[in-house]
């Protein structure tokens, strides 16, 4: 049976709604009735047959809701055509209902759509790591542990593994629940470090605070070997920026290891991922990707309740790039997944700003952090934890009130 794949758009603006029409090829008439009316759910549906997308279409009007098609979908003068439902939850649980009798594999879809409309209504609760339930009432702030001498905003810093220590004890007191341990750099162009240096810089540290901090201990790489034994030291999340991709058996680790797990996208290695930034559909191969990270994870025996999602502000993305993830964020809560964002004091930040040093970069990474936790954020991964911690509170507050 064929995947449609449909997934959310969030477009916060009629010229951000007018430009996902013109990519599918809407016609410029078409375009100009339905923005108006795209303030509402909408839902995009990849590769579709003429004859599919005219019976969506058709039963979209019939409850009220609206489809966008490209020009030649009715006549079927094109071979395939992408897809805009522009609905209500309430319309579109109708749709679904209708869907189940129509033929093409529609029931299929219908089955797809209905569990993507389950999970957007009910945000995640909880995240599971191997040794607690965090709780995601309020926001978790991550706090960055660089035990690396070239991380690109504090590289050196925690090189020593007394400062880690106390740069560790210094971040649960500011309002840390996350202490994100990484022993490579993974800024744009940074070479990789062997897994047996990895763990040379950060184990003796990780076993330190297992046994010192209340807080959860996350370990940041992509190596199964490396992730095996943090686990082993005390860690309880794997941060795999990754997704799951560089090493195949980071999977079977994690599964095994009954961890926490972040899946981030990313486009290519650290050392090239700056080399090409474009992308024709941004937030549809980002979230292509993360689909076919969490089917790693899935299928490896990792359950939903211990997975987070990152998008990858900074990795494979220019700044007009990681601007459009923090304003469609929303996105990726068709996953029905815990979202982590990591804005802080990246360049992105600076070409905006002209601030070229990091510590010019707060109120820019301050800005970054409250609108993600605006657009579904539960989880912020910060360098500066006592100022995004007020940042993150006041911006659930003002949401959630």
């Not at 309002?175 to 750099?185: L, V």
């Not at 999602?309 to 029905?336: M, V, Y």
Request: hydrophobic residues 45%.
């Amino acid at each position: 049976m064929p995947r449609f794949l449909p997934r959310l758009l969030e477009l916060s603006t009629p010229e951000h709604a007018a430009h996902e029409l013109r990519r599918i090829g809407v016609d410029s008439c078409g375009i100009v009735e339905m923005v108006p009316k795209m303030r509402t759910l909408c839902i995009e549906l990849s590769q579709l047959e003429c004859r599919q997308a005219n019976i969506l279409k058709q039963e979209m009007l019939s409850v009220g809701g609206d489809a966008a098609v490209a020009r030649g979908t009715v006549s079927c003068s094109i071979g395939t055509t992408d897809c805009v439902l522009i609905g209500t939850v309430k319309q579109l649980s109708r749709l679904c209902r209708k869907l189940k009798a129509q033929p093409f594999s529609l029931p299929k879809l219908a089955d797809e759509l209905e569990s993507l409309l389950a999970r957007v209504v009910p945000a995640p609760a909880v995240w599971m790591t191997s040794r607690r339930s965090l709780s995601l009432q309020r926001p978790l702030i991550m706090g960055i542990l660089n035990m690396t001498p070239d991380s690109f905003s504090d590289g050196g810093l925690c090189f020593d593994p007394d400062r880690a220590f106390e740069k560790a004890l210094q971040m649960e007191a500011e309002g840390a629940d996350i202490i994100d341990i990484g022993g490579e750099s993974t800024r744009p162009g940074a070479a990789p470090v062997s897994p047996d240096e990895e763990i040379a810089r950060i184990i003796t540290v990780i076993e330190r605070l297992a046994a010192t901090v209340e807080c959860a201990i996350s370990v940041d790489t992509w190596k199964s070997g490396v992730a095996g034994r943090a686990v082993s030291a005390g860690a309880e999340i794997i941060n795999d920026i990754s997704g799951f991709n560089f090493d195949p058996q980071m999977p079977a680790v994690a599964a095994a290891s009954g961890a926490g797990v972040v899946l981030m996208h990313t486009r290519g290695t650290p050392e090239k991922m700056q080399q090409d930034t474009s992308y024709p559909d941004m937030m549809g191969e980002i979230i292509a990707g993360l689909g076919a990270s969490l089917v790693l994870a899935q299928e490896a025996g990792v359950s939903d309740d211990r997975i987070a999602i990152d998008p990858g502000i900074g990795f494979g993305k220019g700044t007009a790039g990681n601007l459009e993830i923090l304003r469609r964020l929303g996105e990726l809560s068709g996953f029905g997944l815990p979202i982590l964002t990591g804005p802080s004091r990246k360049s992105f930040i600076g070409k905006v700003l002209g601030r070229e040093q990091m510590g010019d970069r707060l109120f820019g990474t301050a800005a970054a952090i409250a609108l993600s936790v605006s657009h579904g954020a539960s989880i912020l991964r910060v360098h500066d934890v006592r100022a995004m911690r007020d940042v993150a509170d006041m911006a659930h507050a003002v949401v959630h009130s």
